[in-house]
């Protein structure tokens, strides 16, 4: 789990040893605190978000099999 936050929301899933992606789009100054509000979200990056993600589970979905996975040494993993 290298690398991820501990407050971030797959953190405790990776510290365990399960595969978890994180989808974002980028940090800004008021990134999770008072002044980050709506108006703030990266829309156009949101959208490229979900485009991805969306590939990634009909992917998973469309293999037949489950989806192992490598760790490698920085804490990524690559599904096989």
């Known amino acids: 789990w ?8 797959h953190a405790p899933f990776q510290r365990e040893g399960i595969p978890a992606l994180h989808f974002f789009t980028g940090l800004h100054g008021d990134y999770h605190r008072a002044g980050d509000v709506a108006s703030r979200v990266d829309v156009t990056g949101l959208a490229h978000v979900v485009d991805v993600a969306e ?16 760790d490698h040494a920085d804490g990524t993993w690559t599904l096989a």
């Open 2 to 9: 290298k690398g991820a936050r501990d407050n971030s929301d």
């Open 55 to 70: 590939g990634v589970v009909r992917a998973l979905a469309t293999r037949g099999t489950s989806a192992p996975a490598r």
